[in-house]
Every structure is written in C-alpha cells, then in structure tokens.
C-alpha cells in the first residue's frame, strides 16, 4: 500500500463549487504539505502543518483552506473553485525526527475547475 | 521572483553518457538542496541532497555539486540510462524552515 495517498485522484469541477482533496499518511510523519504544479511553474507551497495545532500559509494560499484532522491526515478546500486553479495538486509529509530534509509526495490530484 | 531557477526546460543525453542539470538560486538564506525526479503521473522522489556546509554528495550513479559563492548546483547522472527519463527539480530550504521552494523543474530524455 502507498504511504502517501490522495483522494480523488482526478476530479471535474464547476466553477463556484466547493470541493475538498484530502491526503492520508501511513508513514508517521508529523510535518504535512500541500503543493500545486502548473505547466512551467514547478511546484508551489500551498500550506504546510507541522503537527495537529500548526497550520501554516505558504506562498499561494489565497482562495484554499486546509484542515489537519489528525497527524495522518490533512486535506485542502477550494471553498469556490475557479478555472485558474485548474492544476495538479501533490500533499506531502517530512519528519522531524530525521535529520535529512527529504518529503515523501502522494501521486498527486488532478483537479480541472471549469 | 524565482528564488530557484532551473534554465533549462528540458536536456537530451544518449545512454551510458553523463547527464548534467543545473540549478541556481538567489537566496542566500537556503542552506539545505534537494533534487526530485518525477514520473508521469506520479509524485515526485527524493534523490538525492546536498548541506550548505558540503560542496559534493554521491549516490551510486547520481552525484550533486554545491557551489555557494555562485549560487549554483548541479546533478551529475553518470552513465545515463532511459529509466532516468524524467522530470528533475530541485529545490531549497532556508535555515531551519523546513519549508521547500522548487524549481520549475529540467525533462530528462535519455536516448537508447
């Protein structure tokens, strides 16, 4: 089974509607990450959590909200999804108990709004 | 701003030649350097990572190069093989943030 998984892996949306991606991990890690990836963009730090009461904004966290449900868990709502955050969305998780500053992605979310 | 910035969209080797991705960054503060490769349709995976306070790291096949006064680093594949085919980025952390920036990443095609 994958450490990092992300449900849907693939969702179709309209405009306006509110639409939540969810990420779930086995590996024990407490620090949590939402990424998106856009053609010629790399990836962009959405919010990271680094345990249950952390919640952090990254670099484009307007018009997303995150939730941290538990240490396994971390999910991310575009509260009124619009066509420019059609893109593919990665969650993450590092540990802090490892020296090494290696994170570990699920497969990814690939969300079009249209 | 691109605080990190990889140049090249995208680079073609022949197998069994060395493959070399380049990376430079503007902010002084990063001290910790990790390269990514990336299948389609999966997540990205670690390869491998360089210290501020290290010039060189190696991994089997896969070596990273740290030059702090030019800011730069590079990812030496050496030989290549067509399984290294990918998407490459890399990224940096600033002092103890634990927070990642990426580049926008160099496609890989390694020819048979």
């Known amino acids: 089974d994958a450490d990092v998984t992300q449900t849907p892996r693939n969702r179709i949306t309209k405009t306006g509607k509110r639409i939540m991606l969810e990420c779930s991990q086995t590996?024990?890690?407490?620090?949590m990450y939402w990424y998106r990836q856009d053609p010629g963009l790399g990836l962009r730090l959405i919010y990271y959590s680094f345990d249950v009461k952390d919640i952090n904004k990254g670099e484009i966290s307007d018009g997303y909200s995150v939730s941290r449900q538990a240490q396994a868990k971390f999910s991310l709502s575009l509260e009124s999804a619009i066509p420019n955050q059609t893109a593919l969305y990665f969650c993450a998780t590092s540990d802090s108990q490892r020296s090494s500053y290696e994170q570990y992605f699920g497969p990814g979310t690939r969300l079009t709004v249209t | 701003d691109q605080q990190v910035k990889q140049n090249s969209p995208s680079l073609s080797v022949q197998e069994g030649r060395i493959s070399i991705l380049n990376c430079d960054y503007t902010?002084?503060?990063?001290?910790?350097f990790l390269w990514y490769k990336k299948y389609p349709a999966e997540g990205p995976t670690f390869l491998i990572s360089i210290s501020s306070i290290k010039d060189k790291n190696e991994d089997g096949r896969f070596t990273v190069f740290l030059n702090k006064s030019a800011k730069h680093l590079s990812l030496h594949i050496v030989p290549s093989q067509p399984g290294d085919s990918a998407v490459y980025f890399c990224?940096?952390?600033?002092?103890?943030?634990?927070?990642?920036?990426f580049g926008t990443g160099t496609r890989l095609k390694v020819l048979a």
């Open positions: 590996k024990g890690h407490d620090r």
């Open positions: 990224a940096a952390s600033p002092s103890g943030t634990y927070k990642y920036i």
């Open positions: 902010n002084s503060m990063f001290d910790y």
